[in-house]
Structure formats: structure tokens, C-alpha cells
């Protein structure tokens, strides 16, 4: 059975510090991706990597930085959490193919104060 | 900005009833996606529809697409309360296809009433 797992289901951090959000698949996917989720704004992508050491921005990178060292992790860092950075992220992967379908992790949702 | 948006925002039915949510994007696709999330938790994946393709079927689901008019439909036939949940629809418009992530829509909030 396909699995994302996503290293905390919540996290409070404060202002000012950095975070870690780690999240780790085991199907050999090629591309992942992490998303932020907020009330009346749906997903939006955030950075996604199509193979090691690789890292794209997508629509919405400010203040947030990507680690992809190994093929099956993907980090998504806070460098400088900030309240407006409180919401749910989602992790992704992919493989290459035609269609793209994507493979969810259960959320971290962040909470910055 | 926004590809995908679903409509309606919300939809409350009786169980074993039929929902449609509908879904309208902007510019050009490779396919459409639809998946659902349940309360705060991951999307899951339920059915992939082509550019080429105009219906899909997957048991009490149904899909269409009109590309003409840059939009596609979502049918749950015979409802269950353990269908209460919020659907998205995805495109993969970007310029590397779904190699670039996919856009989603803001979602339907589908509550399935006992």
C-alpha cells in the first residue's frame, strides 16, 4: 500500500524560530510536492523537486525554503517562522508518467505564535 | 491564480440521494483530477479523466468533461454519510504538465444528512 508520511499531525512553534517539516514516501516517486491549505483559498503550491537535489518554486515560495537529499524525503523549512506562515501543510509525491496522480500525506498542521 | 473552481462552495443531501459538484477551469489541460479529503486530513486521489475522454465511470462515481467549455462534473450516485467530505478537482496546466504540480480549486464541502 502506497504511503506519505508526514513527521508531526500538529506543531506549535513561535515567532521567529525555524521548522522543520519532514515528510517521507516509500514508492519511489520521482516528483513531490508540499502545498499549504487555507480556509477559502484551497491548496497552493509551495516548492515541488522532480529528482534528488532538485527544487522548483511554485506559486507561493516566499519565506519558505527545500531540502531533497534522498529520493524519498522531501523538506519543506521555516527559516523564520511568522503568524501569517499558521496553516496546514500537505505533502505530495508522483511518479513520472502521463498522468501526474498524486499520493497525499495526513497534514501537519502548523500553528505559529 | 486560481485554475480550478468548484461549485457549488457547499452541498448538504439526503443520504441516498445524488450529488453533482461541478468544476470550471482557465486555460488548456492535459487531464482533470478529482479527489476528496476528509476532515482534516490528506487528499486522496479518486478518478482521472484525459483531455480526450468525455465520461468516466468508477463504481458510484461518474465524471465528465466538456473541454469546449473548460469544465468538468463530479457525480456520487446513492450517496452514504462516509461520502461527507470535500472534493477538489485538479488540472495540470502548467507549462511541464502535472510534472509541475497541479492546480486545485478551493473545493465542494459535500455533508451527506442521515
Known amino acids: 500500500d502506497v504511503k506519505v508520511t508526514q513527521s508531526s499531525r500538529y506543531l506549535v512553534k513561535r515567532t521567529g524560530e525555524k521548522v522543520f517539516l519532514e515528510c517521507v514516501q516509500d514508492m519511489d516517486h520521482e516528483n513531490m510536492f508540499w502545498y499549504r491549505q487555507d480556509p477559502g483559498l484551497g491548496l497552493r503550491l509551495i516548492y515541488f523537486s522532480y529528482d534528488v537535489k532538485m527544487k522548483e518554486k511554485g506559486d507561493i515560495p516566499e519565506g519558505y525554503s527545500v531540502s531533497r537529499e534522498k529520493k524519498e524525503r522531501f523538506s519543506l523549512i521555516l527559516e523564520s517562522a511568522s503568524t501569517n506562515q499558521t496553516s496546514m501543510y500537505l505533502c505530495?509525491?508522483?511518479?513520472?508518467?502521463?498522468?501526474?496522480?498524486?499520493?497525499f500525506g495526513p497534514g501537519t498542521r502548523l500553528t505559529v505564535t | 491564480s486560481q485554475q480550478g473552481e468548484e461549485d457549488p462552495q457547499a452541498l448538504s443531501i439526503q443520504e441516498g440521494e445524488n450529488a453533482t459538484m461541478n468544476c470550471s477551469y482557465k486555460t488548456s489541460i492535459n487531464n482533470l483530477q478529482w479527489y476528496r479529503q476528509n476532515s482534516g486530513r490528506g487528499l486522496v486521489h479518486l478518478i482521472l479523466?484525459?483531455?480526450?475522454?468525455r465520461e468516466k465511470h468508477s463504481g458510484r462515481l461518474r465524471v465528465t468533461l466538456d473541454t469546449s467549455k473548460k469544465s468538468s462534473s463530479l457525480l456520487i450516485t446513492a450517496s452514504r454519510a462516509a461520502d461527507t467530505a470535500s472534493y477538489f478537482c485538479?488540472?495540470?496546466?502548467?507549462?511541464?504538465?502535472?510534472?509541475?504540480?497541479?492546480?486545485f480549486g478551493k473545493g465542494t464541502h459535500l455533508i451527506i444528512q442521515p
Open positions: 485538479a488540472t495540470d496546466a502548467g507549462p511541464g504538465g502535472g510534472a509541475d504540480g497541479l492546480t
Open positions: 479523466i484525459r483531455s480526450n475522454e
Open positions: 505530495a509525491s508522483s511518479l513520472v508518467s502521463d498522468f501526474y496522480e498524486q499520493y
